[in-house]
């Protein structure tokens, strides 16, 4: 069953401006991890966080984790039209386990 | 790297035929894959667990005579729909566990039941 729920469903902003999702998990957790999946393809690895971090970046995208109230989010900043896209959050219970997906964010980026 | 394939990108079948989707890690070893679906829209479910070795830890629901997986190396796992029905069309992507506990994922596969 999909533990994770994903706010908003879907976003439309402009070029430029910042992208915030947020992800919010029912269960302990070892790990959270976000993807991105293109219309129709499989899915790209953006970042992975552990329960004892707080905070990670990688290039344009910064994320969260509150373990206290079982919620992540991602931040990508000066978002541009070819990071529209779906991005899901999931969750593994212990290290190297299976992922629990959440329900996902469909990003619009307008040019 | 990590690089994990899938082939075939899409299928079109007659009902009542069985399909065989292949997923590779091609520069990785994966004692570990997993074959999920997806439906339009939607996010992915997990149906199975796929050990180098073992049988497949299938997810409730998930009907392991349906859906035959077979992790006979590595590097290559198999997931085959047998006696398909135009219900079990949708699209299937497989993972493999590769290093620092992050899942890679294939493309993906596409079927088509007529």
């Known amino acids: 069953s999909q533990q994770g729920e994903e706010d908003p469903q879907a976003l439309s902003i402009q070029e430029g401006e910042n992208a915030t999702m947020n992800c919010s998990y029912k269960?302990?957790?070892?790990?959270l991890q976000w993807y991105r999946q293109n219309s129709g393809r499989g899915l790209v690895h953006l970042i992975l966080?552990?329960?004892?971090?707080r905070e990670k970046h990688s290039g344009r995208l910064r994320v969260t984790l509150d373990t206290s109230k079982k919620s992540s989010s991602l931040l990508i900043t000066a978002s541009r039209a070819a990071d529209t896209a779906s991005y899901f959050c999931?969750?593994?219970?212990?290290?190297?386990?299976?992922?629990?997906f959440g329900e996902g964010t469909q990003l619009t980026v307008n040019p | 790297g990590a690089v994990v394939s899938q082939h075939p990108s899409r299928v079109i079948c007659k009902s009542g035929t069985s399909v065989k989707i292949e997923c590779r890690s091609l520069?990785?070893?994966?004692?570990?894959m997993f074959w999920y679906r997806q439906f339009p829209k939607k996010s992915l479910m997990l149906m199975a667990t796929s050990n180098e070795g073992s049988k497949a830890t299938y997810e409730q629901g998930v009907e392991k005579d349906k859906f035959l997986i077979n992790h006979a190396s590595l590097t290559l796992s198999t997931l085959t729909v047998t006696s398909a029905h135009p219900e079990d069309s949708s699209f299937y992507i497989c993972?493999?566990?590769?290093?620092?506990?992050?899942?890679?994922f294939g493309p993906g596969t596409r079927l088509l039941v007529l």
């Open positions: 999931a969750t593994g219970e212990t290290s190297g386990s299976r992922l629990t």
């Open positions: 966080i552990r329960s004892n971090e």
């Open positions: 993972s493999a566990m590769g290093p620092w506990e992050t899942q890679y």
């Open positions: 269960t302990s957790i070892n790990n």
């Open positions: 520069d990785f070893q994966a004692t570990t």
